[in-house]
């Protein structure tokens, strides 16, 4: 099981993705956001989001100020790593 979590870990984070391609994902249905220079895929919490459409605010762009706001508890930064698909590129 820990050799499958590295694995995973090392293909999220080996991954690259430039600021163009994730500004073309900024719909409900195909939601990525930036935070601190991670990518993440959250089309599929779009829906459960307690916020509602608030998370749609930045689809597509960086969300770090956002995130980081005093309406998330702790809990977000547990929940978010698992829809993490890659960096943003340099």
Known sequence: ???????????QTSTSYSKKEVSTHNTRKDCWIIIKDKVYDVTPYVEEHPGGDAILNNAGGDSTEGFFGPQHGTRVFDIIEDFCIGKLED
């Open 1 to 11: 099981i820990f050799c499958i979590c590295l694995l995973i870990f090392h293909i």
